[in-house]
Every structure is written in C-alpha cells, then in structure tokens.
C-alpha cells in the first residue's frame, strides 16, 4: 500500500497535481452534460407541443 | 472541381447523418487515448529532474492550451465562411464550439496557474503568454455574451463571426508572446522544425494527450452541433421523424 500512498503524495506535489486533473475531470464532465441532456428535453418539448396541436 | 461536396456541408440532414455515422468512432478514439495518456503520463512517464510530480500537469496543460487556440482558429473560420458563403451550418459551427473552446482556455489558465505555484513560486504573473491567454478568455466571452445580446438569429450570426474574425488577431501574439517578450513561461514543447527538447517517454504520452484532447473537442462539438441542428430545424420533416421516434 506504500506504493499506492507515494503515487498519491507525488513526492509532495499531490495537492497541485491531483486538483488539476480534478478541475480538468469537472470540466470534461461539465462539457458533456448539455449536449447529452439536451436531446431528452428537446424531445419532451416537441411531444408537448404536438399534444398541445392536436387538441 | 465539384461543389457538390460544398453545398451537401451545408445541408443540416446531410450533417446530422454523416455525423451519426461518425460518432461511435470518435467517441472510442477519444475515451481510448484519454485513458492511455491519463495513465501514462501520471504513472509510467519519469518525473521532471527539476520540478519533480508537478510537471505532470503538463499532460493536461499543454493540450488545453492547444485545443483552446485551435478551437478559436475554428470560429474564425466559421466566422468567414458564414459571411462569404452563407452556410447555416457554419454558424452552428460558431456558436457551438464558443463555450468549448471557453472552457479549454479556463482549463489551460487554472492547470498553468496551479502549476505555476511550486515551479515559479507564483500563481499568476502578468507576463506576455499569461495576460493574453487571459484575453482570448475574454474574447470567448464577448463572443458568447453578443450572441445572448443579440435575438435575431441572423443578425447575431454576422457580429460574432465579425468578432471572432477581428480576435484572431490575439493568436500569433499568443504564440510570439515567449519569443517576443522576456517571459517566464517556457516555449512551446512541440515544434514543427525542431525536436522537443524533453525525452520521448515525456513527450510521447503528451502527443497521446494532445490527440486525446483534440478527440473529444471534435466529439464534443459534433453533439452539440447536432442538438443544436435539431433545435433550429423542428418543423423540418426528417427532424420531427427523429424526435417522435425517440419520444
């Protein structure tokens, strides 16, 4: 387990190292959330519409 | 020469059925070399004899910083062949890849910030590379912001391809910023004529990252160009079949 808890310390450079890959994972994340949500919603607006048509 | 080829880039169901096919690849690529360069550059890639672990933000550092350039070159580009040639699909282009390339400079800002702490005891400096990093930021958000400004979709489509064609200004004086100006930023670690100046095993897995980074910027780009070709088309035929059909 040394080996695990020397890769995370990163010889003391852990916190600079590891909060830069984090903010970078966020973003990524953050990046991809609206365009895969979107469709979902768009398709949930226009079943409402076309509802809202035929009545 | 053809224009066929042309025209069909603007057509919005042509786009929407090419990029269909497109996606699955892309989408394996860019997961694969993520993986791969993530991996490889925080585990096997030897630790800077200088700086030690820190310079392992250069995997992620480097790349956003070169899809953040890249991205707005892109929206230049769009900018131009929306006023020239009218294409709808340029200006989905435009509008779409903003936020990205956004949040791509952030990424390379708060990365080379975080990195600028245990390397130059600093976390920000106003040197030539960082304060026009900092403009392109800028840049990307006045492009994003006129657009919101702006609710005639046509009007809004002519000032920001304006404005992203005036900003591009800003990128050679990007890349000049460490040659023309005492700076503390180092060069760029990837040149056309010469070699980079650090080992393979440090180098390869960036190029593995850059690539990865590029990877998903195009996959990225081409959901939200599709949502958005969905958005703007809803009364055409074919895009009313694929919304029902996923109702």
């Known amino acids: 387990m040394s080996n695990l808890s020397e890769f995370i310390a990163m010889g003391g450079h852990g916190a600079y190292v590891w909060s830069a890959y984090g903010i970078t994972a966020v973003v990524l994340i953050l990046l991809f959330l609206p365009p895969l949500l979107g469709k979902r919603q768009l398709v949930q607006v226009e079943a409402r519409r076309r509802r809202r048509e035929e009545n | 020469m053809s224009w066929t080829f042309f025209h069909k880039l603007g057509s919005p169901k042509w786009f929407y059925d090419i990029s269909s096919k497109l996606l699955p690849w892309l989408t394996a690529f860019s997961v694969l070399a993520l993986v791969v360069g993530v991996v490889w550059g925080l585990v096997f890639a030897p630790q800077d004899y200088q700086q030690g672990n820190s310079f392992r933000i250069i995997y992620i550092h480097v790349p956003a910083a070169i ?32 936020p990205i390339g956004a949040w791509m400079t952030f990424v390379a800002l708060i990365t080379g910030s975080i990195w600028g702490k245990p390397t130059w005891g600093t976390y920000w400096e106003w040197d030539a590379r960082l304060t026009s990093m900092l403009i392109l930021l800028f840049l990307y958000f006045g492009i994003i912001a006129l657009r919101l400004a702006i609710s005639n979709r046509d009007t809004a489509a002519k000032a920001t391809a304006v404005m992203a064609i005036v900003g591009v200004v800003n990128i050679p004086i990007i890349k000049y910023s460490v040659d023309w100006w005492n700076t503390l930023h180092q060069p760029a670690t990837f040149t056309v004529t010469e070699k980079p100046a650090m080992p393979v095993e440090m180098w390869l897995p960036l190029l593995v990252m850059v690539l990865a980074f590029y990877g998903l910027f195009a996959l990225n780009l081409l959901l939200r160009m599709r949502l958005e070709v969905l958005r703007r088309e809803h009364k055409a035929r074919w895009v009313r079949e694929i919304l029902e059909k996923s109702a």
Do not use: P, T
């Open chain 2, 67 to 98: 899809l953040a350039q890249s991205c707005y070159m892109l929206l230049a580009v769009a900018g131009i062949v929306g006023l020239v040639w009218r294409m709808k699909l340029a200006d989905v282009a435009l509008q779409c890849a903003a």
